[in-house]
């Protein structure tokens, strides 16, 4: 006597079923996870090249210029004639630009976060040297050197410096005076300007914040 064959039974079925499900999580799981690795890393690379292009033409622009003429707010309806009043900085949330500052390209910042006068800013008018026909140097008209674009509902704008696009990924904008130590420390008398650039980028998987801060010596700076 022939003996029939047992087929599968639906027990067997459900447990084949499960552990194929498991092994489809688990590999789903380790791909997504790669993807948001490597996602990360492309646009972190490439915020780190930005941030290398607005650290460059920054800098230059602090060693030709003589100092800050004027500078516009972050809501672009108050203007802040820098060379002719001393300028009162704006508190902020300090708490939110120490917490963008404590990790820059994957290291603790040791700058001191104790000062909570920050200025976030819209446009920044600079003052340059010029030669005069008869070879005298006099002080030119000012420039737009630094100007942030972006609409009220949006979190991300572009910043522009010497009327060129470096960045259209940019957060927030902000300055404070080089003195902001001294008891008259303001934008006025100060040699330098300390400035704080958050890039954010959202790509896929990944969301990436990074933030950048610029020391810009004024080489030519104007003394009354």
Do not use: C, H
């Not at 006597?1 to 499960?18: D, F, Q, R, S, Y």
């Not at 489809?24 to 780190?48: E, H």
Request: glycine share 6%; aromatic share 6%; net charge negative.
């Amino acid at each position: 006597m022939k003996k029939k064959k047992n087929g599968v039974t639906l027990i067997e079925m459900i447990i084949v079923l499960a552990l194929m499900i498991m092994v489809l999580s688990i590999i789903s799981s380790m791909f997504i996870n790669g993807s948001k690795v490597f996602s990360s890393s492309d646009v972190k690379s490439a915020l780190q090249i930005e941030t290398q292009k607005i650290q460059e033409k920054i800098s230059k622009i602090g060693m030709e210029s003589i100092g800050i003429d004027s500078i516009e707010d972050e809501d672009g309806d108050s203007s802040i004639d820098v060379l002719d009043k001393n300028t009162e900085l704006v508190d902020v949330d300090y708490d939110e630009v120490k917490s963008k500052l404590t990790d820059i390209d994957g290291t603790k910042n040791n700058e001191d976060l104790t000062k909570n006068k920050w200025l976030s800013i819209r446009e920044m008018k600079m003052s340059f040297y010029e030669e005069n026909d008869d070879g005298t140097i006099s002080m030119g008209t000012p420039v737009t050197m630094i100007e942030y674009r972006k609409d009220s509902d949006a979190k991300i704008g572009t910043l522009l410096v010497d009327g060129k696009e470096v960045s259209a990924n940019v957060e927030s904008i902000r300055i404070k005076p080089g003195n902001i130590d001294d008891d008259n420390g303001t934008f006025k008398n100060t040699n330098s300007i300390l400035i704080n650039i958050v890039l954010s980028e959202k790509k896929g998987y990944s969301n990436v914040e990074y933030p950048i801060s610029i020391d810009v010596k004024f080489r030519n700076r104007f003394i009354e």
